[in-house]
């Protein structure tokens, strides 16, 4: 069976990244397309800015009842960093995305196979993100399965 990979540089255009997402899962489902249309996100982090400066050392005064809201004050932004250091969701992520499908036709599916890799880079949230062609008989080929694969 060919493989043959699209990859499309969406940039930070989240918007886009979803409308490809949802046009993808549509043709999968509509054109029974499981096995044979896969795809893959790439998503690079974003440097974030400057983090929150550290807090203070706390010095205790000796005094118990007032080192006991302390602790639960911290305890308190410790929960709060850990939801904030939890992986943002793809919406609020501004990093650039590549996205990289696989198409996988059998040999005498040419004709669908060739329908496809001249349809999807027309469609409308395709269009824009500089779509790049990578048959099995190019050099890069050998690269861009071992990183598909390693993708979730």
């Known amino acids: 069976m060919a493989q043959t990979y699209l990859l499309f540089d969406f940039g930070s255009d989240e918007q886009k990244v979803q409308q490809a997402r ?3 899962e549509g043709w999968k489902q509509a054109f029974r397309l499981d096995k044979k249309l896969q795809y893959k996100f790439e998503r ?3 440097a974030e800015p400057a983090s929150e400066p550290s807090a203070q050392p706390e010095t205790k005064t000796g005094k118990s009842d007032k080192a006991q809201p302390t602790k639960s004050t911290e305890k308190g932004k ?3 960093k850990s939801k904030s250091a939890q992986p943002e969701s793809p919406s609020e992520n501004h990093g650039d995305v590549r996205l990289i499908v696989r198409l996988y036709f059998s040999g005498h ?3 669908s196979e060739q329908r496809w890799i001249d349809r999807i880079p027309t469609e409308d949230p395709f269009k824009g993100a500089s779509p790049k062609l990578i048959r099995e008989s190019e050099p890069a080929f050998a ?3 071992k990183h598909f694969d390693a993708l979730e």
């Open 22 to 24: 949802h046009r993808l």
């Open 109 to 111: 599916e040419k004709l």
């Open 143 to 145: 690269d861009i399965v």
């Open 44 to 46: 690079e982090p974003v």
């Open 78 to 80: 410790v929960a709060a």
